[in-house]
């Protein structure tokens, strides 16, 4: 790592509020993360995603997959990102608009299982079940995106995907987000919501859904989130980049330090959107928190999740992206 000196003329919020990160201390995040980017770099495995890379300016290593970009490179791609996302819905009136300060709320996922509505035994999900989250999420105005709380285990783990977004179609007149599981399954559920919408025109016009996808921490994208990334990108479908970086485990210990290897993830993966479509729409998206060294957990409900999110919404407003964040 570079030599950094002490800085002088800063400013710094001390004691507790959401207000986290001052101008200075997200300038500081947004140079550690270009150095990351440029020096340490991201690893790709998709060759799809390495030529993109290579076409776009990086140094791209196709034997190793390491991907080392310049600074302009980043700038570039966050410049060219949307800064406001409509997010369509069957039904017209649901339609969200997610942008800068403005703030919505949706279920979570992704369960496993349930306690049975009915029996009150603990149980497997279903894709049934996957039908009747979504019913009941599109029914409660406090709830704006629909999300498949549960998965279809009732299904094989390669075509789960594609059960849990034939269960959610019929039963949401909103937006949705939902995780493809690979580039096949991606391709399958576009052509299932253009079906829906009236065609792939009318779908880039008015994206009824929007795609998951997860960076592996620390700084590895797998084929599963690159090749979604481009697919969507250049269907119009907006994707959401969920950085999964655990405080002590996957990342530093340090909530700063983690706060640069997740900005370094989600941004990687924004250049790869942006070189495969121009203004292709992105979430800057977080479910990061730490790891308990104690018992080996991620608590999600811990107050480092709390933090992060909050610094992760201002960092996202710092590179005027829209933002999802996980919720304690």
Not at 115 to 141: N, Q
Not at 279 to 295: E, F, N
């Amino acid at each position: 790592m570079a030599l950094r000196n002490l800085q002088v003329g800063v400013s710094r919020f001390s004691g507790t509020g959401l207000n986290i990160l001052t101008e200075d201390d997200l300038n500081t995040l947004h140079l550690a993360t270009l150095d990351v980017l440029r020096n340490t770099g991201i690893k790709a495995e998709s060759r799809d995603a390495l030529e993109l890379f290579a076409e776009g300016g990086a140094d791209v290593d196709f034997n190793s997959g390491l991907v080392k970009m310049p600074a302009y490179m980043v700038e570039d791609a966050v410049r060219s990102a949307p800064a406001s996302v409509r997010l369509a819905g069957r039904n017209p009136n649901k339609d969200f608009v997610i942008e800068g300060s403005r703030v919505g709320f949706v279920n979570f996922g992704e369960g496993v299982a349930i306690i049975d509505p009915v029996t009150r035994k603990h149980r497997k999900s279903t894709k049934k079940d996957v039908a009747d989250a979504a019913r009941l999420s599109d029914y409660l105005g406090e709830l704006d995106i629909n999300y498949r709380a549960v998965t279809a285990l009732d299904y094989d783990g390669k075509v789960q995907s594609l059960h849990n977004a034939e269960a959610i179609f019929p039963n949401t007149t909103k937006h949705f987000f939902i995780g493809a599981d690979g580039i096949n399954n991606c391709r399958k559920i576009i052509q299932m919501a253009a079906e829906v919408v009236g065609g792939r025109a009318e779908l880039k016009r008015r994206p009824i859904i929007s795609f998951n996808v997860c960076p592996t921490s620390p700084l590895r994208l797998v084929p599963d989130c690159t090749d979604v990334i481009i697919e969507a990108a250049r269907a119009g479908i907006p994707v959401n980049i969920i950085s999964m970086a655990l405080a002590g485990a996957t990342a530093p210990v340090t909530l700063a330090g983690t706060l640069v290897t997740h900005n370094a993830e989600v941004l990687s993966a924004v250049v790869l959107s942006q070189l495969a479509a121009k203004g292709a729409p992105v979430l800057y998206g977080s479910s990061t928190t730490i790891m308990d060294l104690r018992y080996s957990t991620t608590p999600v409900g811990a107050p480092e999740l709390g933090m992060i999110s909050a610094c992760v919404a201002k960092m996202a407003r710092y590179y005027m992206l829209p933002s999802f964040v996980a919720g304690g």
